[in-house]
């Protein structure tokens, strides 16, 4: 053997050895019964060791052994299980955590009464002047408050002050007096956007907006004051805080303002940002009353570019939402006095200005997250997408929530490279399906169709919407991923159950298949040697128990880069 080889072979014998130099150990090393990878090379190891914030090294017992030092930490789970850290592929963290710090906070399933009783609470505590802002109040209680009448009681539970509370899908207001007046919304002063329910008796606004009406009455929010820069950096860090506790390391924020941006840009600076984060500057805007959007925010994005933040993607509107007949379908909506027989609901952009735009955020070398409810809207999407990759272009595309596709376009996901982010925490059976049935008949029932695509080989990926859901708990999604019903046991019965997928499928569904969709997949999403160390430890395995009960499952702790950022 040549000196050179004797060489090489010292050093190899040496990066196995027992105890290494310091330099080259092990920072911590975890073992335990069950570590899943949601690697397809290896799905269950033994072990995995981490240095520098990274994965060294993933495997058997003994050999990850290998990497311990003097100063390694040791972390045996021993029957408890690790998976990696969870990722949401979307959401709006930073108005979960302005929902709790700064606003009235209502649970979807408060009637009229109970409402106005929280308001009338608030509002003892505030001066005579100040916004009273919150939510959320449930769709299907919408038509009911639709009335003058209605809005009186509001004014009269506020003592006069503003109000603006949405509605579950964050896509719709109710405002009060004050709130319609400060917004300068009349009868005879109308908003061009979206739809102002009037009073049918005295043709009145009732203070019932929905998608882009309500936006002047953010405005006028706005323009009271709003939140300072601090109050936007501790919405974000609420918002990381509360995804940690539930063992979420990654996340897309669907839409997102400047505020946002820079408060996550600021946590990140000071080294408090526990999560990989990519951002969706708004291209057009129906509901969030932002300011800047469009070209002038997308100019803006690198500005806030930091490690861990990426403001890598775009998020456009392209249709509202079902049950206010909002969103657009090849088959028209259940007839209605308004809307007639014949209504598809309409999208935002035509063929040629979706294209523009998505032609130019991939020349910029930026994503697009689109919104489609309908799948009217979502043929466009992928009409779009068959002409930008004709053109050469490999921009990720998402279509966000893909609740509604038709049989022909599933496949076409696969064929074009286009992503499914799904929110399976809406459309488990209970209010919103109950909203969709009204409006869509039979078609309610097949929504999610996450076999069929999985079985075409799409990209599904994982995200929650919360705070239109309640929860960010990746948990309850797994679990209505498997069973198709309801994890809370709010509503009986199961939505389509012949797309139901398998646990092992949920996972990377919420874990490599979201990090690959916003573009993060090199750098977390799965426990692999060069990614980051980002895992969560949960009290059982989870995946390999009875599919009822995965939410009974709990969150032990949460780890970001190696560090230990949530512990039960």
């Given at each position: 053997?040549?000196?050179?080889?004797?060489?090489?072979?010292?050093?190899?014998?040496?990066?196995?050895?027992?105890?290494?130099?310091?330099?080259?150990?092990?920072?911590?090393?975890?073992?335990?019964?069950?570590?899943?990878?949601?690697?397809?090379?290896?799905?269950?190891?033994?072990?995995f060791a981490v240095r520098d914030g990274r994965i060294a090294a993933v495997g058997s017992l003994s050999a990850v052994s290998a990497h311990r030092g003097p100063a390694t930490r040791m972390l045996d789970v021993g029957g408890a299980a690790v998976y990696p850290g969870f990722v949401d592929v979307h959401n709006h963290h930073?108005?979960?955590?302005?929902?709790?710090?700064?606003?009235?906070?209502?649970?979807?399933?408060?009637?009229?009464?109970?409402?106005?009783?929280?308001?009338?609470?608030?509002?003892?505590?505030?001066?005579?002047?100040?916004?009273?802002?919150?939510?959320?109040?449930?769709?299907?209680?919408?038509?009911?408050?639709?009335?003058?009448a209605t809005r009186r009681r509001l004014d009269e539970a506020a003592g006069g002050r503003p109000v603006v509370i949405v509605e579950d899908s964050r896509h719709n207001r109710w405002a009060n007096s004050r709130a319609l007046e400060l917004a300068g919304i009349t009868a005879d002063s109308i908003p061009a956007g979206g739809?102002?329910?009037?009073?049918?008796?005295?043709?009145?606004?009732?203070?019932?907006?929905?998608?882009?009406?309500?936006?002047?009455?953010?405005?006028?929010?706005?323009?009271?004051?709003?939140?300072?820069?601090?109050?936007?950096?501790?919405?974000?860090?609420?918002?990381?805080?509360?995804?940690?506790?539930?063992?979420?390391?990654?996340?897309?924020?669907?839409?997102?303002?400047?505020?946002?941006?820079?408060?996550?840009?600021?946590?990140?600076?000071?080294?408090?940002?526990?999560?990989?984060?990519?951002?969706?500057?708004?291209?057009?805007?129906?509901?969030?009353?932002?300011?800047?959007?469009?070209?002038?925010?997308?100019?803006?994005?690198?500005?806030?570019?930091?490690?861990?933040?990426?403001?890598?993607?775009?998020?456009?509107?392209?249709?509202?939402?079902?049950?206010?007949?909002?969103?657009?379908?090849?088959?028209?909506?259940?007839?209605?006095?308004?809307?007639?027989?014949?209504?598809?609901?309409?999208?935002?952009?035509?063929?040629?200005?979706?294209?523009?735009?998505?032609?130019?955020?991939?020349?910029?070398?930026?994503?697009?997250?689109?919104?489609?409810?309908?799948?009217?809207?979502?043929?466009?999407?992928?009409?779009?997408?068959?002409?930008?990759?004709?053109?050469?272009?490999?921009?990720?595309?998402?279509?966000?929530?893909?609740?509604?596709?038709?049989?022909?376009?599933?496949?076409?996901?696969?064929?074009?490279?286009?992503?499914?982010?799904?929110?399976?925490?809406?459309?488990?059976?209970?209010?919103?399906?109950?909203?969709?049935?009204?409006?869509?008949?039979?078609?309610?029932e097949h929504s999610q169709p996450n076999r069929a695509l999985l079985d075409v080989g799409a990209l599904v990926a994982g995200g929650s919407d919360w705070p239109v859901c309640e929860s960010p708990n990746t948990l309850e999604g797994l679990q209505g991923l498997v069973t198709r019903a309801d994890p809370l046991g709010r509503?009986?019965?199961?939505?389509?159950?012949?797309?139901?997928?398998?646990?092992?499928?949920?996972?990377?569904?919420?874990?490599?298949?979201?990090?690959?969709?916003?573009?993060?997949?090199?750098?977390?999403?799965?426990?692999?040697?060069?990614?980051?160390?980002?895992?969560?430890?949960?009290?059982?395995?989870?995946?390999?128990?009875?599919?009822?009960?995965?939410?009974?499952?709990?969150?032990?702790?949460?780890?970001?880069?190696?560090?230990?950022?949530?512990?039960?």
């Amino acid at each position: 053997m040549t000196d050179a080889a004797d060489d090489v072979a010292r050093r190899r014998e040496d990066d196995f050895a027992p105890a290494l130099a310091t330099s080259l150990a092990a920072d911590l090393i975890v073992t335990g019964a069950v570590i899943r990878t949601a690697d397809r090379a290896r799905p269950v190891v033994e072990a995995f060791a981490v240095r520098d914030g990274r994965i060294a090294a993933v495997g058997s017992l003994s050999a990850v052994s290998a990497h311990r030092g003097p100063a390694t930490r040791m972390l045996d789970v021993g029957g408890a299980a690790v998976y990696p850290g969870f990722v949401d592929v979307h959401n709006h963290h930073a108005l979960a955590g302005r929902t709790e710090l700064f606003e009235l906070s209502l649970p979807p399933s408060l009637g009229l009464d109970e409402i106005l009783d929280r308001v009338r609470e608030k509002a003892a505590t505030l001066p005579d002047d100040a916004w009273i802002i919150g939510g959320v109040v449930a769709t299907t209680l919408l038509p009911s408050l639709a009335n003058t009448a209605t809005r009186r009681r509001l004014d009269e539970a506020a003592g006069g002050r503003p109000v603006v509370i949405v509605e579950d899908s964050r896509h719709n207001r109710w405002a009060n007096s004050r709130a319609l007046e400060l917004a300068g919304i009349t009868a005879d002063s109308i908003p061009a956007g979206g739809v102002t329910v009037l009073d049918p008796d005295d043709g009145t606004p009732t203070g019932v907006l929905l998608e882009a009406a309500g936006i002047p009455v953010q405005e006028a929010y706005d323009r009271s004051g709003g939140l300072t820069p601090e109050q936007h950096v501790a919405a974000s860090r609420r918002g990381v805080e509360l995804l940690n506790s539930f063992g979420i390391t990654t996340f897309q924020d669907a839409g997102v303002s400047t505020d946002i941006l820079a408060a996550l840009a600021a946590l990140d600076d000071a080294g408090d940002l526990n999560a990989w984060v990519v951002s969706s500057l708004l291209v057009n805007d129906e509901i969030f009353g932002f300011d800047p959007i469009g070209r002038s925010l997308i100019d803006r994005g690198e500005e806030f570019r930091t490690p861990h933040h990426r403001p890598d993607f775009v998020k456009i509107f392209l249709d509202g939402v079902p049950p206010a007949r909002t969103a657009s379908f090849l088959e028209p909506y259940v007839a209605d006095a308004v809307h007639g027989a014949h209504f598809h609901g309409e999208t935002t952009m035509t063929f040629d200005e979706l294209h523009g735009w998505l032609r130019g955020v991939a020349e910029r070398g930026l994503g697009a997250k689109v919104h489609c409810t309908g799948d009217g809207s979502a043929r466009l999407v992928l009409d779009v997408a068959e002409r930008i990759r004709a053109e050469g272009f490999t921009t990720p595309i998402q279509i966000a929530h893909g609740q509604f596709l038709a049989d022909a376009d599933i496949p076409r996901l696969a064929a074009l490279d286009v992503s499914a982010d799904i929110s399976p925490f809406i459309w488990f059976p209970g209010v919103i399906p109950q909203a969709l049935a009204e409006v869509l008949g039979e078609r309610a029932e097949h929504s999610q169709p996450n076999r069929a695509l999985l079985d075409v080989g799409a990209l599904v990926a994982g995200g929650s919407d919360w705070p239109v859901c309640e929860s960010p708990n990746t948990l309850e999604g797994l679990q209505g991923l498997v069973t198709r019903a309801d994890p809370l046991g709010r509503a009986p019965g199961t939505l389509w159950p012949e797309q139901a997928i398998t646990a092992e499928e949920a996972l990377e569904v919420f874990t490599i298949n979201a990090a690959t969709a916003m573009g993060l997949g090199a750098h977390t999403g799965s426990l692999a040697v060069g990614k980051s160390a980002d895992f969560v430890v949960l009290d059982r395995d989870a995946v390999s128990g009875p599919a009822e009960q995965i939410i009974d499952a709990r969150v032990l702790s949460t780890w970001f880069a190696g560090r230990e950022v949530y512990s039960a």
